[in-house]
């Protein structure tokens, strides 16, 4: 059901529905803010290590890739544009379970993302507090953000589009700061670094093709979070408009700020230094000759993942509310609070994140890796889901219709295959190496847990609406 377009589920909420108070640029920084956070400030480093500076080809064959998934989406979100959106479009093109899988696989995805989030946020404020528990700092950055999401989704949509201006303004900073040391010789008594360190450490490949393939799995993590424009597309108050603008806009944006923070960076530091001696951005800000450089990054990184942790908060609750809505979660969930908030979602949501605290506490060294992985394998099925359900949906269509499609697929369908010969090709290299293998154990477990609850309480859509409307 499309969440908070229909008066007849009035009653199957307390506060009324979802509101539509998403401008333009709240959605349009949202997404992009959701994909900017650990994955480029923490997790680039590691993908460094990987493949040396061919990393930059990892993020562009990435970046096409999900290029393609968002436009499937894009067409399917203009044509039909509803707040449970990729879930909704499983269910209606793929059938109910693959609705219901997508909708809570979903769930779970960002409920992992968020514990690597508010993992980074401890690594990075243990810089400042050495002697301070991580899990301390995480539990402050689940508790503020819950906060924050708990209050009217205009507050939420305010917070995170200055969070997410936050972020762009210094990477764009860096990126400017980063060309005068290339070009110039700013920070080295004026003598140009150039941009030999690209290919003077054992060339431009160093590990070869296998070293680019290993980080892939890196990379799709970073881009994880882009689908999110599909969540807010119910409430877009202009969504032929402000989706494909959004898209568009973003996956350009995404390629400007990786692959040109990272040409930056591989530029200045030979490429086997940069794990070693913290954050890049701290190291290239340093070298400009400002000082306080590493306070002011270390604010701006524990900015981006707990922006990004924001965001992910929010589209838990906003998932668990549809599926809800849909009977495919029970009906307290579709309950709003008086300022048009789904509380009870994400009151659920926040309690599952304390789980991820308590691994924090329990095994600090193994969380981000584990986490990365797991997140990596629900975000292939969300985007695997997307260009199955675009296939079926075009499938559906008389050639009119066709023809009168608002915003389409490019190359249509020989580009969707392409895409999700790429994915089944990720999924083949977590497979592969040992440390992201766990992924493959947990990811489908958890999958296989949701079928069974599927069929043991029959949750199919139509059965179980009548149900949610009686039961509140």
């Given amino acids: 059901m499309p969440v908070g377009n229909h008066p007849a589920h009035g009653h199957a909420t307390e506060g009324g529905p979802l509101k539509r108070e998403l401008g333009e640029r709240h959605i349009r920084l949202m997404a992009l803010g959701a994909c900017i956070g650990v994955g480029l400030f923490l997790g680039s480093a590691k993908a460094i290590e990987m493949a040396g500076p061919a990393i930059m080809l990892s993020y562009i064959i990435g970046g096409l890739a999900i290029l393609v998934i968002m436009r499937a989406l894009g067409e399917m979100a203009v044509h039909n544009p509803v707040a449970g959106s990729f879930s909704r479009y499983a269910q209606d093109y793929l059938g109910p379970l693959a609705g219901f899988l997508t909708g809570w696989n979903y769930w779970f995805l960002w409920l992992v993302t968020c514990v690597a989030e508010i993992t980074a946020v401890a690594i990075y404020m243990g810089i400042w507090f050495p002697d301070v528990p991580r899990w301390i700092w995480a539990l402050a950055a689940l508790g503020s953000m819950g906060a924050v999401n708990l209050v009217a989704v205009k507050a939420f949509g305010e917070f995170e589009f200055w969070f997410a201006l936050i972020k762009i ?32 450490n054992g060339g431009f490949m160093p590990n070869g093709v296998t070293g680019v393939l290993m980080s892939l799995q890196m990379v799709m993590f970073a881009y994880l979070g882009v689908e999110m424009i599909g969540l807010t597309a119910g409430e877009a108050r202009n969504p032929q408009k402000t989706i494909p603008q959004a898209i568009g806009s973003v996956f350009w944006r995404i390629l400007l700020f990786y692959v040109g923070a990272l040409f930056v960076i591989l530029s200045i530091y030979p490429w086997n230094e940069i794990g070693s001696q913290g954050s890049p951005f701290v190291m290239t800000f340093e070298r400009l000759g ?55 979602a994400l009151l659920l949501s926040i309690g599952a994140l304390l789980l991820g605290v308590l691994a924090n506490y329990l095994v600090p060294e193994k969380v981000f890796v584990w986490v990365t992985s797991i997140a990596t394998f629900g975000a292939i099925w969300t985007w695997v889901m997307i260009l199955l359900a675009q296939l079926k949906f075009r499938a559906s269509l008389t050639v009119a219709e066709r023809k009168g499609l608002k915003y389409r697929m490019w190359l249509w369908p020989l580009s969707s295959y392409l895409a999700l010969a790429f994915l089944v090709l990720v999924v083949g290299l977590m497979a592969y190496f040992e440390d992201t293998r766990v992924a493959l154990y947990i990811g489908p477990a958890f999958l296989v847990l949701l079928t069974v609850l599927y069929y043991t309480f029959r949750l199919a859509p139509k059965e179980v609406q009548g149900v949610a409307s009686s039961a509140s």
């Fill in 169 to 200: 303004v210094t990477i764009i900073a860096m990126v400017l700061g980063g060309i005068g040391i290339i070009a110039f010789g700013f920070g080295n008594d004026g003598v140009a670094v150039g941009i030999s360190n690209l290919w003077s």
């Fill in 290 to 344: 400002i000082k306080t450089a590493a306070g002011i990054i270390n604010f701006v990184v524990i900015t981006a993942a707990l922006s990004s942790c924001n965001g992910g908060i929010f589209s838990t609750g906003r998932m668990l509310y549809s599926l809800a809505q849909n009977g495919q979660a029970p009906a307290a969930f579709a309950r709003t609070s008086k300022n048009g908030v789904p509380r009870n």
